[in-house]
């Protein structure tokens, strides 16, 4: 299983970022698609997931700001990033929890992080 992230970047505050990330491999079903985030010297929190079923969680911090959707079709999920502020800036990872072909064991994947930065 293979997660691709992109649409990282250098954004001023009060800008607007979009990530994507793809989700590829021998997937039986996906159970769950979310971004966490990791800023320097601090741990890894959750920004924003969707269940599958529908439900959504987003942090206290990003509510209104953000919005987390997919594109079943395609694996794929975004992160529609409005009103960034400085406190945003951190590494953004893509996760996922999946099913794959053959088993009935859920797996934990994660993509390989993409940087944003929102200047003052």
């Known amino acids: 299983v293979q997660l691709q992230a992109s649409g990282g970047g250098l954004v001023q505050a009060g800008g607007s970022l979009r990530l994507s990330c793809a989700v590829s491999?021998?997937?039986?079903?996906?159970?769950?698609m979310g971004w966490y985030r990791q800023a320097p010297g601090k741990q890894r929190e959750l920004v924003a997931a969707i269940i599958t079923g529908g439900s959504i969680n987003y942090a206290d911090s990003v509510k209104g700001r953000f919005t987390i959707s997919s594109y079943n079709a395609k694996n794929t999920v975004y992160l529609q990033m409005n009103s960034l502020k400085p406190e945003d800036t951190a590494v953004y990872y893509c996760h996922t929890e999946v099913s794959i072909v053959g088993t009935l064991s859920r797996y934990d994947y994660w993509g390989q992080g993409t940087q944003v930065t929102v200047s003052s």
């Open positions: 491999g021998s997937i039986r079903s996906i159970n769950a």
